[in-house]
């Protein structure tokens, strides 16, 4: 099916490849699935910077060269793009795979993560549906029930509030109550967090809310690499899976291999090993703690960072390794403080690892307000990196 | 018949809209203004309870007086349906009333619990629409579901076990009452909220247009009945989804089984506009009444709507206006309904008026009933017995069917994926 839409190689020259990357069949054969820890992050540190998210991440990278991917070139792009491609690859692969939500077709998605897709794939394949969140995502439901593998784009992860009902009820539990018949191999994603004094409806973080329905995965991407790894891993689940994506994130930009890769979606990701205490995070908190770091490797700190990458269920096996090496743990989530990630996190550690703790956790969360519109009052709503150090050097007292 | 698209497309917003509703007109979806009637009330008021004695006459005079109908009569043939097909109906139906009647009993006897919604009095709606499709056909039901899954082919066995809550029901004891499923026989499911199947239904019929014009598969002609209540129309889910559904041209047929009363409350006490049937034209599609308390009336208007679908020409609503003869759940004590309106629709029980019509055409002997009587009657106590000696299911079940992909539990402290822990299937490990 994929050859179809396979132009010759010649036809895309260098310069078009971050928007329309070398097709499948150039790589077939190279399928292969990358540990957290054979990521490129080291590569981050090239190419534009455009926003202070940005800056904040090319200071904080302090991960060592990597020489173990197969890829000796790879390619650079932005986030957003990252997602298109390993939408677009899943799109090729499978007639079945298919993305629907608001302005996901002509426009392009809200964020351009589907843009282009639209007049390869046809109308149908990328539709453009009403806004009517509660309506489209269980007809996407309904559509992987019987036999498709759609992908439903929350135009912003709060307008999912208006679909909770379908994706509590219906894509967490038809798997269960109908004894194991009807798969729902669903993915929904969209863009959420707090971004640029975006108000507060569309500043949340809905991890918190769906963490606790039984039948539901939840991934959050956080580089280039790792989103499209995600990605493809989400679309091939049998799964309903939430991917969450940041608003401010789109566009970070990464050198990623040409080759085909998959990442699993339930492992946490490497991000910087170290000794002293272990740093759980996930999303764009990964970019704050790593300014962080940077901080504390300059105070005689050697601090372990784990992107946790996997919301639900938890890696323990890779947290509980470094618990056990550094005995000491602080989680800095986005999430708001009450019943939070960071809350399951720290119920999940205190059960399992207790007895490698050499002090009591500590989780820095939002605040738990509403996000609040002037930006001096968003700031500190989130988890800023002086936080952060001021924790870990409080936890390594 | 008057409602395919190409008719009804010139001039969308006066169709329909003044026509009134009428029992005596079950095909009111006729587009010609000269038929409207603008003295006529909606059915479900209870003061218009005199309107009802016209209503009950014998049928060959209710057809006579209706033109729609005479047309309709002269169009196929003398007689709507042969006997092989009024013996079916009148099997499934007397299926669906003497199952939800055995329920209601090993309910009291304390084998079966929680919220048991019976569908007794509005067998024709069931019989009339899924007896039509095909086995690739989808159902989208409600909590009222034991009977749609029955007509569609699911075993009496399997949905009593189902009941009983054991190992041998169609969702092995997980879904219970509200939520019977069958993959084989394309029953997506029991939805026990109002509404949220309605979307669902839709993906179903997405899904067929899809394999139709995207995976290029000829025979995707599947048509998805979505069944849901009165109470339902006043859901944004059911707005949402006409207008995608009209939008998009989705095989589907949206069937209101309006059964006047939601819990306690009055249809007409809940709704703005209680003809549920106008609002099909006004998202550009037919929207039809038909009396639900006869099976054949149904049964013409479901044949049309789902043809029309098959064809590719779109949805459809129809409204059947019907009566549950029990309270909303076993729980219900249905105080608050006139015992002269439950009269009323008791005296129109649809399996009563089908049997009559077998009768009066000499379509069925007594004899040849009470055997089909007899042979459900059986049935059920085979069900029964099935289901009572059907084992509980085992601890080890617990958390097989949280997720479909295993790997989804996750990664355990060993470094393995949790469901490869041999504890994982005896149900003991922790997730």
């Given at each position: 099916m994929a050859t179809l839409f396979h132009p010759p190689l010649t036809a895309f020259p260098t310069s078009n490849k971050l928007h329309l990357p070398s097709p499948i069949s150039a790589r077939k054969g190279q399928i292969f699935v990358v540990r957290s820890d054979a990521g490129m992050n080291h590569l981050l540190s090239r190419g534009a910077h455009q926003s202070r998210t940005q800056k904040l991440l090319t200071n904080a990278v302090a991960t060592k060269p990597d020489s173990s991917t197969s890829s000796k070139a790879g390619?650079?792009?932005?986030?957003?793009?990252?997602?298109?491609?390993?939408?677009?690859?899943?799109?090729?692969?499978?007639?079945?795979?298919?993305?629907?939500?608001?302005?996901?077709?002509?426009?392009?998605?809200?964020?351009?993560?589907?843009?282009?897709?639209?007049?390869?794939?046809?109308?149908?394949?990328?539709?453009?549906?009403?806004?009517?969140?509660?309506?489209?995502?269980?007809?996407?439901?309904?559509?992987?029930?019987?036999?498709?593998?759609?992908?439903?784009?929350?135009?912003?992860?709060?307008?999912?509030?208006?679909?909770?009902?379908?994706?509590?009820?219906?894509?967490?539990?038809?798997?269960?109550?109908?004894?194991?018949?009807?798969?729902?191999?669903?993915?929904?994603?969209?863009?959420?967090?707090?971004?640029?004094?975006?108000?507060?409806?569309?500043?949340q973080r809905l991890e918190s809310y769906f963490q606790s329905i039984p039948g539901i995965q939840m991934v959050a991407c956080s580089t280039p690499y790792n989103a499209k790894g995600l990605m493809k891993a989400a679309i091939r689940s049998e799964n309903p899976v939430i991917l969450f994506e940041h608003v401010l994130l789109y566009n970070l930009k990464e050198r990623i291999p040409d080759e085909e890769y998959v990442l699993s979606l339930e492992e946490a990701e490497m991000v910087r090993p170290g000794e002293h205490v272990t740093i759980l995070t996930y999303s764009r908190m990964r970019y704050h703690v790593m300014?962080?770091?940077?901080?504390?490797?300059?105070?005689?700190?050697?601090?372990?960072?784990?992107?946790?990458?996997?919301?639900?269920?938890?890696?323990?096996?890779?947290?509980?390794?470094?618990?056990?090496?550094?005995?000491?743990?602080?989680?800095?989530?986005?999430?708001?403080?009450?019943?939070?990630?960071?809350?399951?996190?720290?119920?999940?550690?205190?059960?399992?690892?207790?007895?490698?703790?050499?002090?009591?956790?500590?989780?820095?969360s939002s605040q738990d307000v509403p996000t609040p519109y002037a930006g001096t009052l968003e700031e500190w709503t989130v988890v800023q990196p002086t936080q952060i150090v001021a924790a870990v050097e409080q936890l390594c007292q | 018949m008057s409602f395919t698209a190409t008719k009804f497309a010139p001039s969308p917003l006066s169709l329909n809209s003044t026509t009134p509703?009428?029992?005596?007109?079950?095909?009111?979806?006729?587009?010609?203004?000269?038929?409207?009637?603008?003295?006529?009330?909606?059915?479900?008021?209870?003061?218009?309870?005199?309107?009802?004695?016209?209503?009950?006459?014998?049928?060959?005079?209710?057809?006579?007086?209706?033109?729609?109908?005479?047309?309709?009569?002269?169009?196929?043939?003398?007689?709507?349906i042969t006997k092989e097909e009024g013996l079916e109906l009148y099997e499934d139906m007397i299926l669906g009333r003497f199952f939800e009647d055995k329920c209601a009993e090993m309910y009291y006897r304390g084998k079966m619990f929680g919220f048991v919604h019976l569908y007794n009095g509005q067998e024709a709606v069931s019989t009339g629409f899924i007896k039509l499709l095909k086995k690739e056909d989808y159902v989208v039901s409600t909590y009222r579901d034991h009977v749609h899954a029955l007509s569609k082919g699911v075993s009496s066995r399997a949905v009593m076990s189902e009941l009983f809550g054991k190992a041998t029901g169609c969702c092995r004891g997980q879904g219970g009452s509200m939520h019977m499923f069958s993959k084989e026989h394309n029953m997506l499911g029991g939805f026990a909220f109002i509404g949220e199947g309605i979307p669902v239904a839709t993906g179903a019929a997405f899904s067929s247009k899809y394999r139709k014009e995207v995976l290029n598969e000829a025979d995707a002609d599947q048509?998805?009945?979505?069944?849901?209540?009165?109470?339902?129309?006043?859901?944004?889910?059911?707005?949402?989804?006409?207008?995608?559904?009209?939008?998009?041209?989705?095989p589907i047929v949206f069937v209101v089984e309006n059964n006047l009363w939601a819990i306690g409350m009055?249809?007409?006490?809940?709704?703005?506009?209680?003809?549920?049937?106008?609002?099909?034209?006004?998202?550009?599609?037919?929207?039809?009444?038909?009396?639900?308390?006869?099976?054949?009336?149904?049964?013409?208007?479901?044949?049309?709507?789902?043809?029309?679908?098959?064809?590719?020409?779109?949805?459809?609503?129809?409204?059947?206006?019907?009566?549950?003869?029990?309270?909303?759940?076993?729980?219900?004590?249905?105080?608050?309904?006139?015992?002269?309106?439950?009269?009323?629709?008791?005296?129109?029980?649809?399996?009563?008026?089908?049997?009559?019509?077998?009768?009066?055409?000499?379509?069925?002997?007594?004899?040849?009933?009470?055997?089909?009587?007899?042979?459900?009657?059986?049935?059920?106590?085979?069900?029964?017995?099935?289901?009572?000696?059907?084992?509980?299911?085992?601890?080890?079940?617990?958390?097989?069917?949280v997720f479909a992909d295993p790997k989804g539990f996750g990664i355990g402290p060993d470094g393995r994926y949790r469901c490869e822990d041999p504890k994982f299937t005896e149900g003991t490990a922790q997730v």
């Open positions: 390619h650079e792009l932005l986030l957003f793009e990252a997602l298109r491609e390993g939408l677009e690859e899943e799109m090729e692969r499978d007639p079945r795979v298919c993305v629907m939500g608001e302005d996901v077709g002509h426009y392009g998605g809200s964020y351009k993560v589907t843009k282009g897709l639209a007049p390869k794939f046809g109308d149908l394949r990328v539709l453009d549906t009403p806004i009517a969140e509660n309506a489209f995502t269980g007809m996407g439901i309904g559509a992987a029930m019987t036999g498709l593998r759609p992908i439903v784009e929350g135009m912003n992860m709060g307008f999912l509030l208006l679909a909770f009902n379908q994706i509590s009820n219906n894509c967490g539990m038809l798997h269960y109550t109908s004894g194991g018949q009807f798969k729902i191999p669903i993915v929904i994603r969209g863009p959420g967090g707090v971004g640029r004094q975006l108000g507060a409806e569309h500043s300014q962080a770091a940077k901080t504390l490797v300059n105070k005689g700190y050697d601090p372990e960072v784990i992107d946790i990458r996997s919301l639900k269920p938890f890696d323990l096996h890779t947290i509980g390794n470094s618990v056990k090496k550094t005995h000491r743990v602080l989680i800095v989530e986005e999430c708001m403080r009450t019943g939070g990630i960071g809350a399951s996190l720290t119920a999940a550690i205190t059960e399992n690892f207790n007895d490698y703790l050499d002090a009591p956790i500590i989780c820095l | 509703r009428s029992n005596d007109k079950p095909l009111s979806f006729s587009f010609d203004h000269s038929k409207t009637n603008p003295s006529s009330s909606f059915l479900g008021s209870t003061r218009k309870l005199l309107r009802f004695t016209a209503l009950a006459k014998p049928r060959a005079q209710a057809r006579a007086s209706t033109p729609v109908a005479d047309v309709l009569l002269q169009q196929t043939s003398n007689l709507l048509v998805t009945l979505a069944f849901f209540g009165d109470g339902t129309c006043n859901n944004g889910q059911f707005y949402e989804c006409l207008n995608m559904a009209a939008l998009w041209k989705l009055s249809h007409l006490r809940a709704t703005s506009d209680p003809q549920i049937w106008k609002k099909g034209p006004a998202f550009g599609m037919p929207g039809i009444h038909v009396d639900g308390m006869d099976v054949l009336k149904v049964r013409e208007v479901a044949k049309e709507a789902i043809e029309r679908a098959r064809r590719g020409e779109g949805p459809t609503l129809v409204e059947c206006e019907t009566y549950r003869f029990r309270g909303h759940s076993l729980a219900d004590p249905d105080e608050l309904r006139d015992p002269a309106e439950k009269e009323h629709y008791a005296g129109r029980d649809p399996i009563t008026a089908l049997k009559q019509y077998l009768f009066e055409n000499n379509l069925a002997s007594e004899q040849e009933l009470k055997a089909i009587e007899k042979k459900i009657d059986e049935i059920l106590d085979d069900a029964v017995e099935f289901a009572d000696n059907s084992p509980l299911p085992p601890r080890s079940q617990l958390l097989e069917n």
